[in-house]
T-cell receptor, first 115, second 109 residues
Framework: NAGVTQTPKFRILKIGQSMTLQCTQD?????MYWYRQDPGMGLKLIYY???????DKGEVPNGYNVSRSTTEDFPLRLELAAPSQTSVYFC??????????????FGSGTQLSVL | KNEVEQSPQNLTAQEGEFITINCSYS?????LHWLQQHPGGGIVSLFM???GKKKHGRLIATINIQEKHSSLHITASHPRDSAVYIC???????????FGKGTLLTVNP
């Protein structure tokens, strides 16, 4: 199993440009998440999904959109990129919430700079 | 005030020392994760626990739900343990995690 695959690893955008961060998992996990990590801050939840066709906002959803057409894929779309979206983005997945021993699986991260 | 607080923020140890990282939270939770993030960014899940203690190799995690406190211990620390350790509290049925800011551990040879 590849686990959680996240692309690209690095990207520089100009203000106003758009892009999609790709996330794919091959573990048949129902739950998938997008987080951003800013220096000196804890990870913040952008969006999450509890299964194909179901998504919901997290703490910091403004400026982002997601879709979940399949169990495997959970892309994050940035429309009209702004400098405030400069961050490191992580995709994660988990099988079922709340059970003991159910761990989170993270992608390798995307370092995004908006200039 | 962050709902999840970690201490210390930075910790420097000599190889072989016993390490303790603390995590306190101000809200009721159902479980807590401990994560490890190495330089270069990759995040690995170490433990998820809702009561008592878990052990994996030299790592031990404990939690006291009533006292709203968890600890991560590393026995016989090694330079390869150098990383940021993050705790994250699980609340509610929607699996929303609140993350601490992390503890940067540096183990010197």
């Amino acid at each position: 199993n590849a686990g959680v695959t996240q692309t690209p690893k690095f990207r520089i955008l100009k203000i106003g440009q758009s892009m999609t961060l790709q996330c794919t998992q091959d573990m048949n996990h129902n739950y998938m998440y997008w987080y951003r990590q800013d220096p000196g801050m804890g990870l913040k939840l952008i969006y999450y999904s509890v299964g194909a066709g179901i998504t919901d906002k997290g703490e910091v959803p403004n400026g982002y959109n997601v879709s979940r057409s399949t169990t495997e894929d959970f892309p994050l779309r940035l429309e009209l990129a702004a400098p405030s979206q400069t961050s490191v983005y992580f995709c994660a997945s988990s099988p079922t919430p709340g059970r003991t021993n159910e761990k989170l699986f993270f992608g390798s991260g995307t370092q995004l700079s908006v200039l | 005030k962050n709902e999840v607080e970690q201490s210390p923020q930075n910790l420097t140890a000599q190889e072989g020392e016993f390490i303790t990282i603390n995590c306190s939270y101000s809200v009721g939770i159902s479980a807590l994760h401990w994560l490890q993030q190495h330089p270069g960014g990759g995040i690995v899940s170490l433990f998820m626990l809702s009561s008592g203690k878990k052990k994996h190799g030299r790592l031990i995690a404990t939690i006291n739900i009533q006292e709203k406190h968890s600890s991560l211990h590393i026995t016989a620390s090694h330079p390869r343990d150098s990383a940021v350790y993050i705790c994250a509290a699980l609340r509610g049925s929607n699996y929303k995690l609140t993350f601490g800011k992390g503890t940067l551990l540096t183990v010197n040879p």
